[in-house]
C-alpha cells in the first residue's frame, strides 16, 4: 500500500491513506451538524419570512428577500423580481396533504410542525457543536500537517493554472494517478473559503442575532450592520454552504462515489487510474 507522502512512487491503482481520523470525525459531525441547523433554521425562518438590511424589520418596512403568498398563491420575492412558487414555497402541502399558507414545508424543517421554540432549542443547541468542531479543526489544521493539503502552493495560484483547471472540470477531465492524491486548486480554494468565510460567517452572524451578546459585544452589530442586517448575511452563507454541498455532492459523483465515500470512511482512497492511449 502506498502513501501520500511519496507521490513519485504512486501510480494508478495505488491505495493512499487520505483522510486523517480527525478529517473525517469532523466531516462526518459537521454534515449531521450542519443538516439539522439548516432544517431548524428554516423552521425559525417561517415564523418570519423576510429579509431586511439595517438594524431593524417589521412588515410595513421594505425586504430585499421575501416568501409569501397572496391568497392560494405562493411567491418568493428577490428585489423586484418574483416568482411564482406555489406548491414548493408560500403556500405548500402539509403532512396530510393540505394546502397551508408557510414559507417551507414541513419536509424540509426540524420540528415538521410549526414549533418556533423548539426549532431554536434544536438550531442553538447544534449551533455549539458546530462552532466547537470547527476551533478544533481549524487549530488542529493550522498546527498540523492537514496545512500542506490546503494551501495553495505558487504555482497553484497562478491564475493561468486556475483557468486550466477550470476548463478541465468542464471537461470532466479529473485528475488521475499520483495527481489524485492531491487536492486540486479549486478544490483547495472552495475549502478554504467553506473553512475561512462562510462557517466563520454562519457562526458570528448567529451570534449577532443574540440580544444578549448584543450587550455584551456590541461590536458585532457595528460589525454586520445591525441585527436585521445579521440575519441576512446569516441567511446568505448558509444558502452559500448548501451550494458548496450540492456542487460537491456533483463531483463524488462524477469521481466515482464508491471511492470517494469509502476514502471518507476508511481514509483510503484508491487512485484512479490513467486510460490507455
Do not use: C
Request: hydrophobic share 50%.
Amino acid at each position: 500500500m502506498a502513501s501520500a507522502d511519496h507521490d513519485a512512487a504512486l501510480a494508478g491503482g495505488d491505495r493512499v491513506y487520505r483522510h486523517a481520523t480527525g478529517t473525517r470525525l469532523w466531516h462526518w459531525t459537521t454534515v449531521v451538524t450542519f443538516v439539522i441547523m439548516l432544517m431548524s433554521g428554516l423552521m425559525i425562518f417561517n415564523a418570519h419570512p423576510r429579509l431586511y438590511w439595517g438594524q431593524y424589520g417589521a412588515n410595513p418596512d421594505p425586504a430585499w428577500m421575501e416568501i409569501g403568498n397572496e391568497g392560494p398563491r405562493g411567491y418568493l420575492r428577490v428585489g423586484e423580481l418574483e416568482l411564482t412558487t406555489t406548491g414548493v414555497l408560500g403556500v405548500v402541502d402539509t403532512r396530510a396533504g393540505e394546502r397551508t399558507a408557510r414559507a417551507f414545508p414541513w419536509w424540509a424543517t426540524i420540528p415538521s410542525g410549526y414549533n418556533l421554540a423548539r426549532a431554536r432549542l434544536w438550531h442553538l443547541t447544534f449551533a455549539w457543536v458546530l462552532a466547537v468542531g470547527m476551533a478544533a479543526y481549524l487549530i488542529a489544521t493550522i498546527f498540523g500537517r492537514h496545512r500542506r493539503d490546503l494551501l495553495p502552493t505558487r504555482g497553484e495560484a497562478r491564475p493561468g493554472h486556475i483557468w486550466q483547471d477550470i476548463k478541465d472540470h468542464a471537461r470532466l477531465r479529473f485528475p488521475k494517478g499520483e495527481a489524485a492524491a492531491r487536492y486540486n486548486i479549486l478544490q483547495k480554494l472552495a475549502y478554504l473559503a467553506v473553512l475561512l468565510v462562510l462557517f466563520p460567517g454562519m457562526i458570528l452572524t448567529g451570534l449577532t442575532m443574540s440580544p444578549n451578546l448584543n450587550a455584551k459585544l456590541p461590536v458585532l452589530l457595528d460589525l454586520f450592520g445591525g441585527r436585521q442586517s445579521a440575519r441576512s448575511l446569516h441567511f446568505i452563507f448558509a444558502f452559500g454552504l448548501v451550494g458548496f454541498v450540492v456542487i460537491h455532492l456533483v463531483m463524488v459523483v462524477l469521481a466515482g462515489p464508491v471511492n470517494e465515500i469509502r476514502s471518507m470512511l476508511t481514509g483510503w482512497f484508491r487512485l484512479p487510474r490513467e486510460k490507455d492511449t
